[in-house]
């Protein structure tokens, strides 16, 4: 087969760059929605950008490790999706609604 | 390929193999011979005998390391068994034992004692084990997780309860973020060493120039990330309504258990950023006085006692990153002197609480405590003894750890931090004193015994001798604490 | 021509641009299709950098599995109401700071520390990349990958306690 990617190409510092501002916009959602659902999502966008990171490095040093690594995250994000969806289930069938400066009965 | 799963990886490991399985065990055994509501308390007896093997096996380990010094490395250099590993697990052992045994009676007036609590708790010992014997990044992260994941489930565990749901939640929410920073720096530092290998990525970062961008991202992300773990300043907003909204017991053990493996993990990791001191000395630094200052301040108005501790437990927190802040043998020692006693009187403090719980009286007002001299002497004076050590007056055990940490800072010549945290002491009196006033002086606000059970009491007795008996005799566990430390 | 950076522009537009209509669109049916998008971005991008066991893991997972659960959620819980309210935190200058000064350092500091980095020349003969993982996931990474199975039996356990209403 023959080989069409040239991996001189793209430098890897675009990959980091890219990274850091993808979790930088996870950041953003997470400190400005008040949606739950979405500042939940904001999270994932958070560690899709620190395997995004992984890969990279792993390319650059055409090692698996980091492959690894991501896999794991991939996994601790679903443990984590997981219970937090159904923490979710439970306030919302408490209180029936996910505005997250309305649950608030704690002070903040 | 090099053999896995050697006899030395099996001897390592077995605490966490054997926690593991009783967790599990629990779980299994819970909805087979244990579905009548009132017998489900029994479980406890299958937790103790898990502490117990886990014991068993640590005594060995400890054993070994006593014969041949050193340390035990396993999985290829991803788990390590030294001194500062078992003192942790000991630690970890002794608070999930009082908090299984302070549990029982608490979850069956709150009418939500399940079996799975025991379970869950047990694999939440089982994720600390690997955050203070961890050397490896990808094992440590999954640790860290497999604790965290146990303690938003914990904290949640009222599930009719509004106030519970929603500390989960937002534990939930921050802790996921704060996991994400902390995977981030992970990331970067794999970068630079090109191993996940915590031997490997100190290499590396000695090898590097301080002022690598690079380092200097992975430093900041690492630290952001664990700052949230430990519930330091300016990253301490989850603990207090984390700590107010979770079931009184999983407050306790949040506040210990979680707190002591997030040392282990910030001790190891920034041990192995030794090399780059100079960059996060100062930052620590900064944040540890802002902990002292923001947890004593915030304390002050307290009115619900499960708050109170927790800005208390912050500006603990701060005088625990002091030990690491004077950067010499004494300062780590204090660290660790400092968690023990921290463990023991913060428990205490917590089962009194437990007490002053009802079917329809929640107990977590500084005001339920008025009376309380008259209404259970034993409790009163107790908590008396763990409110004194928790200021850190003599002759309490709270007073030891705090000595340790100002003479570090004294040793490291920095008087200014030492003098600021001496400082805080006296506004750390006085809050304390409000708790001690409602106890001796104010009048009784509920009539009807306390809420208490054989668990409790043994409880109790455990962690009151602890408190007065590190405090009054302190050689042993300083030199404990000095052994675990020696490599 | 070389076509890797093409595919890298095309990707890169796919998972930014994802994410930002994930951050600020209003219904959450909507974010969560941006955030498929932009999670198929990063997969492409994974390709890209020769992960195809990631690429895989990343559809199959990700998209497949918790982006569904999002989904789930999302159709259970009545979010109308919310949909019409202020989708912004009252104090979200606070929050838009923080996130300019982190963002801004992050960037900067990789900028300047990434530029110097060079991809290492590809070994002669190189493995397949599964293969390669799968090795290193069964030696060398054996520890976590039993410890992730107790992770996800506290996180099945946990989520069977907290969705249930009745515990017997």
Redesign the interface.
Known sequence: MPDFSLPAAVPISWYLILSAVLFTLGIAGFLLRRSIITVFMSIELMLNAVNLTFVTFSYKLKAVDGHIFTFFVMVVAAAEAAVGLAIILTVFRNRSTLEIDEVNSLKL | ??Q??TSTDHFV?LPALLL?MFG?AV?LFD?WIF?QEQLRKHLIWFVALGEAFTAIALFRQYSFLNEHGGELVA??G??VIDGFALFFHWLFLAATLIVALISYRYLEVREEH?G?YY??LM?AQ??MF?LASGT????M???L??MA??F??LV??L??D??S??????Y??LG??S??FL??G???L??MA???RLRDVATAVAARDLK???L??AI?TVSVGLFFKVSAVPFH?WA??AY??APTSVTAFLSVGSKAASFALLIRLFTALGAARSVWEPVLAGVAVLSLTIGNFAAVTQTNTK?LLAYSSISHAGYMLLGLVAGNDRGLQGMLVYLLVYTFMNLGAFLVIIALNQKDVAGEDVADLGGLIHRNPGYALLMLVFLLSLAGIPPTAGFIGKYYIFMALVEAKMYFLAVIAALYVAVAVFYYFRMVRSMFVEKQEHAGPLTTSFGMRAALVVTGLATLVVGLYPEPFVRLAQTSLMR | MPIDPLFFWAFAALTLGGALLTITLRSAVHCAIALIASLAGVAGLYLLQKAEFLFAVQIVLYIGGIMVLFLFVIMLVNLDAAARERQFHKRWWAGLAATLATGALLIYYLAKGASGLRAAPMPAQPAGNTEQLSDLLFSEYLLPFELVSLLLLVAIVGSVIMAKKRIV
């Open positions: 390929m090099s896995f799963y490991l593991a599990c779980l909805f579905p999985f290829n991803a788990l399940h799975e379970g869950i694999l089982c994720g690997f490896d990044l990808v094992t992260f999954v640790g997780e497999l994941v146990s938003y489930i949640g565990f599930r009719t509004k106030r749901n929603e500390a989960a939640l937002k939930l929410l996921a973020f996991s994400g995977a981030y992970f990331s970067l794999y970068g090109g191993s996940t690598d961008p690079i200097l991202m900041g907003m207090p309504d107010e909204g708050r």
